[in-house]
Nanobody, 119 residues
Framework: QVQLVESGGGLVQAGGSLRLSCAAS????????MGWFRQAPGKEREFVAA????????YYAASVKGRFTISRDTAKNTVYLQMNSLKPEDTAVYFC????????????WGQGTQVTVSS
């Protein structure tokens, strides 16, 4: 069982940056791959980025590649999503999730944090 709490969302102008954080409970965090997903108004939840349990592999949606960076700090049980060059299209509720494998099923989800990018 893993509990996830996102933070760091807010309002930013296009071209700006935000860093999202996801704090995970328990020491088992290090055994899970972590992912970021988002859901924009009127759209389905979509994959944004993921990182393997070791941190050795990362994956990104084409829409954010080159602008977003996912990382993790095992000592702090925290995963981050650094978002640069934000676009209005990035506006969404962002969720972090934990799973057995970065490309597999995600079993645990946070409550989400709102990111709004104005033009």
């Amino acid at each position: 069982q893993v509990q996830l709490v996102e933070s760091g969302g807010g309002l930013v102008q296009a071209g700006g940056s935000l860093r999202l954080s996801c704090a995970a409970s328990g020491r088992t965090f290090r055994y899970y791959a972590m992912g970021w997903f988002r859901q924009a108004p009127g759209k389905e939840r979509e994959f944004v980025a993921a990182i393997s349990e070791s941190g050795g592999s990362t994956y990104y949606a084409a829409s954010v590649k080159g602008r977003f960076t996912i990382s993790r700090d095992t000592a702090k049980n925290t995963v981050y999503l650094q978002m640069n060059s934000l676009k209005p299209e990035d506006t969404a509720v962002y969720f972090c999730a934990a799973g057995v494998d970065a490309t597999g099923r995600y079993d645990y989800w946070g409550q989400g944090t709102q990111v709004t990018v104005s033009s």
